[in-house]
């Protein structure tokens, strides 16, 4: 069943934006991961998928939700659709 985004919270930092999901994410190792480039992803199928949205510049994934960090002051439309759509697809 695909994940679904349940709200988009902003950040004090008003270059990364807190994505609520519907329930737990897939564990990788530790519960929690952070990337702050595509490089760094190893096997971790949903940070290399999130880091393919254009304007994406860092991840932090939590059980229950993942901070997206944006570069160059990127929209952040085209950022939520993307991270929506990555998550629809992830089963």
Known sequence: MPYAVTEFRDTPN???LKCMVDRALPAVGSRVR???AASEVGEDGLAAALFAVPGVAGILIHADWITVSRRDAAPWGPIKSGVTNVLRATL
């Open 34 to 36: 952070s990337y702050r």
């Open 14 to 16: 008003p270059d990364a």
